[in-house]
């Protein structure tokens, strides 16, 4: 990451992406993707579509296997629930 850093942040200047995602959104929005896809290439000897075909594929457990937390308000005693109500 550290190498691409400061290609990204001069391209920020002409990419509207990146302006207003930032730099961290543009790696996660974008990169992040494509390095999944070239790993499950990789991984599974597969071309890009199919790659892509097994990543579509696999959202549904994924979600399930790494389900998250419904986010939760807390208050200063570090209590509340989602609305900042004792539950």
């Known amino acids: 990451m550290t190498s691409f850093a400061p290609k990204v942040r001069r391209l920020a200047a002409s990419d509207k992406l990146i302006a207003s995602a930032g730099v961290a959104g543009y790696v ?7 390095l999944a896809v070239m790993l499950v290439m990789e991984d599974m000897r ?19 296997l790494n389900e998250e937390e419904d986010e939760m308000i807390r208050d200063e005693d570090g209590e509340g629930g989602e609305d900042g109500e004792d539950t």
Do not use: H, T
């Open 46 to 64: 597969v071309d890009e579509d199919e790659a892509r075909a097994i990543l579509r594929n696999s959202k549904e457990i994924g979600d399930l």
């Open 28 to 34: 996660q929005a974008v990169l992040a993707p494509e």
